[in-house]
């Protein structure tokens, strides 16, 4: 069993950064992907990044440049930096893990999901 632990959401201005950790416990997770996604309110689940040994660091295309996925394979942490926050990045922030796939931007794709945390920009 994989445990997935987020933190560092909160409430920021609009234009500001803030940096989400994700952190494993359970099993080896070397081999596996660990993605980060969001769910406004009332909308679906989407990816944001996620980051392996053979992907390297991947992103939605909206938000490359502007968030930032880097991974310790030690300390079994993975953490999004996120600058320039908008209100429209105000969400539920997930991380989650699942065994390596070609298909890492759908959220079927993957088998552990932390419980979340909220993230919201205000103007």
């Known amino acids: 069993q994989v445990h997935l632990v987020e933190s560092g959401g909160g409430l920021v201005q609009a234009g500001s950064s803030l940096s989400l950790s994700c952190v494993a416990s359970?099993?080896?997770?070397?081999?596996?992907?660990i993605g980060w996604f969001r769910q406004a309110a009332g909308k679906e689940r989407v990816f944001v990044a996620a980051h392996s040994r053979k992907l390297g660091a991947g992103y939605v295309e909206s938000m490359r440049g502007r968030f930032t996925i880097t991974r310790d394979y030690i300390t079994h942490t993975v953490t999004l930096q996120m600058r320039d926050l908008q209100p429209d990045d105000t969400a539920v922030y997930y991380c989650?893990?699942?065994?390596?796939?070609?298909?890492?931007?759908?959220?079927?794709?993957?088998?552990?999901w932390g419980q979340g945390t909220q993230v919201t920009v205000s103007w």
């Open positions: 989650a893990a699942g065994p390596e796939t070609f298909f890492y931007t759908e959220p079927r794709e993957y088998k552990y």
């Open positions: 359970g099993r080896t997770l070397g081999d596996y992907i």
